[in-house]
Nanobody
Framework: QVQLVESGGGSVQAGGSLRLSCAAS????????VGWFRQAPGKERAFVAA????????YYADSVRGRFTISRDNAKNTVYLQMNSLKPEDTAVYYC??????????????????WGQGTQVTVSS
């Protein structure tokens, strides 16, 4: 069993930066791929970024590639999402999710094993 808790959200002006954290409890975390997703008001949840179990492979949505960086520290059971050059369209609730089935599953599947409760990110123009 894995429990995920996101933190680091907040309000920032366009062009600013935030770093989100996804802290995990549970022994399966170090073998799980982890993804970040976001859901804006009135929109469906969308994939943002994902990282494999050891941090050796990452994948990004086109909308954030070059601005966001996903990383992980398995010694701290934490995955990070560094968000730079933020835009108003990045405003959303951000969720992390984990799944031991691997990176590809995290990227393409909506039915992942473990989800956090979300953290709000608001970017003003």
């Amino acid at each position: 069993q894995v429990q995920l808790v996101e933190s680091g959200g907040g309000s920032v002006q366009a062009g600013g930066s935030l770093r989100l954290s996804c802290a995990a409890s549970g022994s399966s975390f170090s073998s799980a791929a982890v993804g970040w997703f976001r859901q804006a008001p009135g929109k469906e949840r969308a994939f943002v970024a994902a990282i494999n179990y050891n941090g050796g492979n990452t994948y990004y949505a086109d909308s954030v590639r070059g601005r966001f960086t996903i990383s992980r520290d398995n010694a701290k059971n934490t995955v990070y999402l560094q968000m730079n050059s933020l835009k108003p369209e990045d405003t959303a609730v951000y969720y992390c999710a984990a799944d031991v089935r691997g990176l590809r599953v995290v990227v393409i599947s909506a039915t992942l094993e473990y989800w956090g409760q979300g953290t709000q990110v608001t970017v003003s123009s």
